[in-house]
């Protein structure tokens, strides 16, 4: 199994608004993925709908949220005024 991640120039929306734009200076970027683990579930797993992250998790994932996440699709109501794409609900 591999990862694919891609790159795309997004400086007027998807760096807070454009504050932050892009270096391409320091091109090529290079993206690397270690113990990376994913679990794949159906959309029709009403039991993986049912989960929910623990205590420690949630901090855990709040704690990235705060220092490495610059961007937040789902909370962009600029791009999104009449509110949030379907796979953000």
């Known amino acids: 199994m591999g990862v ?3 790159l795309w120039n997004a400086d007027d929306w998807a760096t807070r608004g454009g ?3 892009t270096d391409w ?4 970027f290079v ?5 990376f683990n994913a679990a794949a ?5 009403a ?3 049912e989960e929910a992250l623990e205590s420690n998790q949630e901090q855990r ?5 705060k220092n ?5 699709y789902c909370g962009d109501t600029k791009r999104f005024p009449q509110g949030p794409p379907p796979e953000c609900k």
């Open 4 to 6: 694919y991640s891609s």
């Open 19 to 21: 504050l932050v734009k």
């Open 25 to 28: 200076t320091k091109a090529p």
């Open 31 to 35: 993206a690397s993925f270690r113990n």
């Open 41 to 45: 579930t159906s959309s029709f797993d």
């Open 47 to 49: 039991a993986a709908e």
């Open 61 to 65: 994932l709040q704690w990235v949220r």
């Open 68 to 72: 490495y996440m610059i961007y937040d």
